[in-house]
Nanobody, 123 residues
Framework: VQLQASGGGLVQAGGSLRLSCVAS????????MAWFRRGPGKEREFVAG????????TYRDSVKGRFAITRDNAKNTAYLQMSSLKPEDTAVYYC?????????????????WGQGTLVTVSS
């Protein structure tokens, strides 16, 4: 499975960005998808996850109400819509895929990783 993440950039605090992750090499609807991030000097952390059909989503507390994870199985793509961005959201964002499972916040649960896309939020 190959994952290609895109959509990062520089945005002012309070702004919005949408990240995309296109998957190839496997039936997309078999994959639980997630977004992780690693901020400057920080450990990698779970941001959001979504089930195979998109009906179940999970978020870390600090992004609830601001971020939304979705997926379009017809386009083999997962998205992370980020709104009301804060400087502390600055990080490299990675999409991840798990075969046959979803919802875990533990990075070792995921089998495949994208290359990361940088999000910088200025104050």
């Amino acid at each position: 499975v190959q994952l290609q993440a895109s959509g990062g950039g520089l945005v002012q605090a309070g702004g919005s960005l949408r990240l995309s992750c296109v998957a190839s090499g496997r039936t997309f609807s078999d994959l639980g998808m997630a977004w992780f991030r690693r901020g400057p000097g920080k450990e990698r952390e779970f941001v959001a996850g979504i089930s195979f059909g998109g009906g179940v989503t999970t978020y870390r507390d600090s992004v609830k109400g601001r971020f939304a994870i979705t997926r379009d199985n017809a386009k083999n793509t997962a998205y992370l819509q980020m709104s009301s961005l804060k400087p502390e959201d600055t990080a490299v964002y990675y999409c991840a895929a798990a075969t046959g499972k979803y919802g875990s916040s533990v990075f070792t649960s995921y089998d495949y990783w994208g290359q990361g896309t940088l999000v910088t939020v200025s104050s």
